[in-house]
Structure formats: structure tokens, C-alpha cells
């Protein structure tokens, strides 16, 4: 966690781009996204396929603030996962977003909640965020949810105002996690409201993912950094987890993140 600051402190000093944005509400308008993607998932070197659908609605509540629904589906370790969240968050487009969060999940028939808050600051071409709480664990299909506090933090780069580069991790439940995401707004005629995104994750226990998708946006045309800090904020389904295989074939999830995220979900 020390080296990981001390890489946000240098990616914020050498933050060149200049991205500027003017002041405006919490959220520009009625938008949403969906959000389509596929890979690999491992667990105590066990590999399996990962595919997963999401998508967001986003409104403006005043000038001030907003209001975003999350809702995915998807399969991981032969099983079927489902996830709902949401954000209420007051956002000020030129400094940052504060805002509580929450969802209800289901995988392998094990359900849990999660309840807590994120945050987010802007610094030019830079965007630090942070996300804490706590887990109400359960179980069910062979599967317990670990109960506790969790938080992390991500740094993302803008390298142009239309590619990010975001690095991150945290203890969730008792488990490090790790990620790391990419994504490529490209800016041919007709494609303006599309985005092509990768994830990489990796967790205790030898567990890994990886997936790569693309997204939709709807709503006004614009770069990627705009609809990053004026439009929907960001979403976790099915992202990030720590896990553990018993030998009784009994596995115990951590999960990562708290808008959704599944026993070896894949996400946004």
C-alpha cells in the first residue's frame, strides 16, 4: 500500500494532459451505460470462463446531486451471479463526488449486502477515489460470504482525454485485492458513444481475472473524461474478490468493491 500511494503522488505530479471541464451540475443529464465483456477467471489455480452484462441509469437530483442505479448478471465457476446497487452522491464536476453506496448480490445462492461510501477527486488529468464500509456476509450452494469492514482506493489517469488508465486494490473482509483497468474511447463517425475496456485482477490465493468488453453510452456526445466526472459515476459490479477453496469444496469469498461485486465476479 505505501509503494501504491507513493505511485498516485507521482501520477498526480506528472499529470500533463490538462484536462479542464467547466463547472456544471452533479449530473449533465438523463444518460445510462451498458456494458458487455468476457474472459477468464482462476481460483487456487482452477481456471473458468467469465462473461458478464451490466448497465447504469443516472439522473440529476437538483443542481447538486444524483442518483444512479446499477444492475448486472453473469456466470463465473460454472454458477449463475446477480447483482443490484445503488449511489446517491453530491458532485461538483471540477473538484470531486461524495456519496453513500449500496447493493444486494446473489452467487451460487449465496446471498449478502453491502453498505458504505465513496469519494472522488479530480486533480487535472488525475482522479484519486476511495470507497468504504461494511459486508453483511451470508451463504448458501456451497459458498460463505465473509462479514466485515472493508475500503481501498484507485488512481486514474487520463492520458488523453479520451483513455484512462486506472491502478488500484484494498483489504476487503480480511483479503487483499488488486486491479487494474484500462479504457478506450475511439472517436470514428458513428462510434462517439462507444468504449472498448480491458480489467485485470489478482487476489489471495492465486486467484485472477481477466476480461475484456465493450460499453455503451447513452446520452450526449463526449469524451471519456467528461463522462467520467459529469455523467454516471463509477460502477463495481461483479469486481474484484478475494477467495479461499476449502478442502471440504466449500469456498469463502471476500468480496471487493461494493456496488455488486461477485464471488469471482468480473466487472466494469
Not at 447504469?56 to 448486472?72: A, E, K, N
Not at 451463504?139 to 492520458?159: C, E, M, R
Request: charged share 15%; net charge negative; with cysteine.
Amino acid at each position: 500500500m505505501k509503494h501504491w500511494l507513493s505511485g498516485v503522488a507521482v501520477a498526480a505530479a506528472l499529470s500533463v494532459s490538462g484536462v479542464a471541464l467547466a463547472a456544471g451540475p452533479a449530473v449533465s443529464g438523463f444518460n445510462g451505460k451498458l456494458s458487455a465483456e468476457a474472459g477468464v477467471a482462476g481460483l487456487d489455480h482452477q481456471n473458468d470462463f467469465a462473461g458478464f452484462v451490466s448497465g447504469s441509469i443516472t439522473m440529476p437530483l437538483g443542481t447538486s446531486f444524483g442518483v444512479q442505479i446499477d444492475g448486472g448478471v453473469g456466470t463465473q465457476y460454472s454458477g449463475l451471479l446477480a447483482s443490484g446497487g445503488g449511489h446517491l452522491f453530491w458532485r461538483d464536476p471540477q473538484m470531486g463526488l461524495l456519496g453513500a453506496m449500496g447493493q444486494y448480490t446473489t452467487a451460487h445462492h449465496a446471498d449478502w449486502g453491502r453498505a458504505g461510501g465513496e469519494g472522488e477527486f479530480y486533480l487535472s488529468s488525475v482522479t484519486l477515489s476511495a470507497h468504504a464500509g461494511y459486508q453483511f456476509g451470508g451463504d448458501g450452494g456451497g459458498f460463505k460470504i465473509n462479514s466485515g469492514f472493508y475500503g481501498g482506493a484507485d488512481s486514474t489517469l487520463y492520458a488523453t482525454e479520451n483513455l484512462s488508465l486506472s491502478l488500484g486494490g484494498g483489504s476487503y473482509a480480511g483479503a487483499w485485492s488488486g486491479r487494474g483497468t484500462i479504457e478506450f474511447q475511439p472517436q470514428f463517425a458513428g462510434f462517439s458513444n462507444m468504449s472498448l475496456f480491458a480489467n485485470g485482477e489478482l487476489g489471495e490465493n492465486n486467484q485472477y481475472k481477466a476480461t475484456a468488453g465493450v460499453r455503451f453510452y447513452f446520452g450526449a456526445d463526449k469524451t471519456l473524461v467528461r463522462r467520467h466526472r459529469e455523467d454516471d459515476p463509477q460502477v463495481f459490479l461483479f469486481t474484484a474478490m478475494g477467495g479461499q477453496k476449502k478442502d471440504n469444496n466449500t469456498v469463502t469469498c471476500t468480496l471487493t468493491k461494493i456496488s455488486g461485486d461477485g464471488c469471482g465476479g468480473g466487472g466494469e
